[in-house]
């Protein structure tokens, strides 16, 4: 993974020493809120209902042993024994006090980490593939691109007030695991005739107005890549609407233009780009930043575990485990395990310090010390030989997070909602945790198949609603939480946003609706191969709607 | 109001005369682009200012032919929210390569400046930061990581 060197600690240093100096000003009143704000958010810090929240970026998910030791130390410290993993890979802390905000920092810079523009009107956190590095399907690994785009983009001053927030997202794979057409900047890693380069997708988004977004160029070289990038913010910066901050992002610039006339408003920009304005990063740097990134050395081992089979035939609940939370591995012998934060009965995303130190030391023990956060909100040891898995697994289980659920209907997207979030109308974490208990036997559940569940509490939609293949929103009836149903949203290469089916339901209706279209597909689906998505494709969302409206 | 420049509080020694009001005879003053343009253009009569203040939706490229001859362009940040003033910076001192005096104004806070002289600005019409100030927010940051209008290199080239 990436180190920092003298540089980048500086750098982070010299943020802990001027945030320590804002809050001080703020403190004193020498700063008022309103000025503080954006400053503030800049940093991670969010005012919400009951305290500030701290977001802290990972940068496209990767974690070291030792970072998520310090997140857990934060935790317990600072915070009320647990950090709550977000869709951008980051990871938040919910009751840390201002005051204490710049010992927090200075002691996630020891570790090469920092809270910087994980929120506010600028370039946020670079997402990618959290089997980036990993993924058999992977055409090479994403992530130096992200770290090159983590610090062109850190304090660009070009593009610090900006008109709303702006989040790219990177995927090399086919199979895209990154969502980036639902993202501001989307792109794909592509090789044409020998060179590396970028399909790039601007304006995707959800939120108020949720639009899959336009490609805007097949093919830019990785040399001119960072070019292009300018070229796009510059025209957002500069025509971007600021009269609405609901009509800010960058998907209402593409649509109320059209693409064409936004295609021609960027090629323009960057065919005005004059040689001594580009940014012309080295091969020296390209290559210096990807040998942060070689892959781990992993011994040769057969493709079969003679060891893991011999498990998997005495323990049927660990047999299922590896059938549902492994990924297929580069390396044969060799599988990414996805250590799953969404046991029953628990807050989506939220981990405790003592389960952090737990998949911190199985990382250092079995995992090549790599760890990384996903967007549906769990963790994942990337590189594991398939020998190791009992162990693994084992002392998983024993910590609560052994849950066999990955992309399985009880592994949802959630956002913080009204117990947290001062924007939210509704509750979404208790709703979330009422649906999973209907599907709380792991082979009832395993038997339903890969199936997306995504619940925001507001329509600003953290909790990616828009792309569930069932979608939740809760909205606000006249003081009552009301929940409204989506269908066929989807965040991948085939990126559909849901549609919302009739009227909302009372939050104790929701548990048996969306149980009734989950025994509908069950009844219509013609094999266990074809996943609920393929059958609502199939039959059209009007069944799936008479199911779920019908009185039990 | 101070007005910083080069590390040093100065006194300002122009006026901005706003759309509708006469133009003075003598003095340094400054008008809005689409003053300045009319003017040129032979629209208005009068006498030519050497000063131009863009406003955050106007188009800097327009400046492009008169740079030559204008020794101060001031843009204005009606709300320290606004970014657009930073690409009208970064147009004019990179693309165009203006060397006259590049001027922020309206609502410019201590913690922007750093932005501002990265993006190109000399100088800094602030709300309430002093010259300790600014050259404090000047000086917070000594590592950065992209090119942009001001001549700090980038750590990947002092890398290789």
Redesign the interface.
């Known amino acids: 993974m990436y180190r920092y060197?003298q540089?980048?600690a500086?750098?982070v240093a010299?943020r802990v020493?001027?945030f320590r100096g804002?809050v001080a000003r703020r403190l004193s009143g020498e700063l008022l809120e309103d000025?503080f704000k954006?400053?503030r958010l800049q940093n991670g810090v969010y005012l919400q209902l009951h305290a500030y929240m701290l977001r802290i970026a990972i940068p496209y998910g990767q974690l070291s042993p030792v970072q998520l030791r310090r997140l857990a130390e934060v935790a317990r410290d600072y915070d009320r024994g647990f950090g709550h993993f977000t869709t951008r890979q980051n990871i938040q802390f919910n009751w840390v006090a201002l005051k204490d905000i710049p010992d927090v920092l200075e002691k996630l810079a020891e570790v090469e980490m920092h809270a910087i523009q994980t929120s506010g009107?600028c370039i946020r956190n670079t997402t990618t593939d959290h089997f980036a590095g990993a993924a058999q399907d992977e055409l090479l690994d994403p992530r130096p691109w992200c770290e090159i785009i983590r610090?062109?983009s850190?304090?660009?001053?070009?593009?610090?007030?900006?008109p709303r927030k702006f989040k790219i997202a990177v995927t090399a794979a086919e199979h895209d695991r990154a969502a980036i057409r639902v993202h501001d900047v989307g792109l794909h890693i592509l090789q044409k005739n020998g060179v590396t380069g970028f399909e790039v997708w601007v304006g995707g988004g959800q939120g108020r107005t949720p639009v899959i977004a336009t490609l805007v160029n097949p093919f830019v070289p990785e040399s001119e890549i960072?070019d292009y990038l300018e070229a796009v913010m510059?025209v957002y910066?500069?025509y971007g609407r600021?009269d609405n901050k609901y009509k800010a992002r960058i998907k209402i610039l593409v649509t109320e233009l059209g693409e064409a006339e936004y295609i021609r408003q960027v090629e323009e920009e960057y065919a005005?780009?004059?040689p001594?304005?580009k940014?012309a990063?080295?091969a020296?740097?390209i290559a210096?930043i990807h040998a942060y990134f070689a892959p781990p050395k992993l011994a040769a081992k057969p493709a079969v575990s003679e060891r893991l089979e011999a498990a998997k035939a005495a323990d049927p609940a660990f047999a299922r485990w590896t059938r549902v939370n492994l990924h297929p591995h580069k390396a044969p012998g060799y599988a990414s395990v996805t250590v799953s934060l969404k046991p029953q009965g628990v807050a989506p995303g939220d981990a405790t310090d003592t389960q952090m130190e737990l998949v911190a030391d199985l990382a250092e023990k079995y995992g090549h010390g790599d760890i990384r956060v996903s967007h549906a909100q769990n963790l994942i040891l990337p590189h594991v030989a398939l020998d190791d898995l009992p162990e693994i697994y084992a002392a998983l289980d024993a910590a609560g997070l052994g849950t066999a659920n990955e992309s399985r209907i009880t592994d949802m997207i959630v956002c913080p909602g009204l117990d947290y979030c001062n924007l939210a109308n509704a509750r979404s974490i208790p709703v979330s945790l009422e649906v999973s208990k209907l599907f709380a036997d792991p082979a009832y559940e395993e038997d339903i198949g890969r199936l997306h569940i995504n619940v925001s509490g507001c329509i600003n939609a953290c909790g990616h609603h828009h792309v569930g293949h069932i979608g939740i929103l809760g909205v606000d009836k006249k003081g009552e939480e009301f929940y409204q149903i989506l269908l066929g949203g989807r965040a991948d290469e085939k990126a559909a946003l849901g549609n919302i089916v009739g009227p909302g339901l009372k939050a104790e209706e929701v548990p048996g609706a969306i149980h009734r279209v989950v025994e509908f597909y069950r009844a219509q689906r013609t094999s266990r191969d074809e996943k609920f998505i393929d059958t609502l494709e199939r039959l059209g969302h009007q069944p799936f709607q008479e199911a779920l409206y019908a009185a039990d | 109001m101070p007005l910083i420049k080069n590390g040093a509080e100065i006194a300002n020694e122009w006026t901005f005369v706003a759309n509708g009001e006469a133009l003075p005879e003598t003095g340094k003053f400054s008008v809005s682009l689409g003053r300045f343009l009319a003017l040129k253009q032979g629209q208005e009569n009068g006498p030519l200012p050497d000063g131009v203040r863009l406003a955050p939706a106007d188009k800097a490229e327009d400046l492009e032919p008169y740079l030559g001859e204008l020794s101060l362009i001031e843009v204005d940040f009606p709300r320290y929210t606004d970014g657009r003033g930073y690409s009208h910076a970064q147009l004019l001192r990179r693309r165009y390569q203006y060397d006259g005096e590049l001027r922020a104004v309206g609502h410019v806070l201590r913690d922007q400046i750093f932005y501002m002289h990265r993006s190109g600005f000399d100088a800094y019409e602030t709300r309430r930061a002093g010259l300790s100030e600014v050259v404090e927010a000047l000086n917070e940051y000594s590592v950065v990581y992209q090119p942009a209008a001001d001549p700090s290199v980038p750590a990947f080239r002092r890398r290789s």
């Open positions: 060197d540089f980048d500086r750098i010299e020493a001027q804002q000025e954006p400053l009107n610090q062109w850190t304090f660009h001053p070009e593009f610090a007030a900006l960072l510059r910066n500069r600021r005005a780009q004059r001594h304005e940014i990063l080295t020296d740097e210096r």
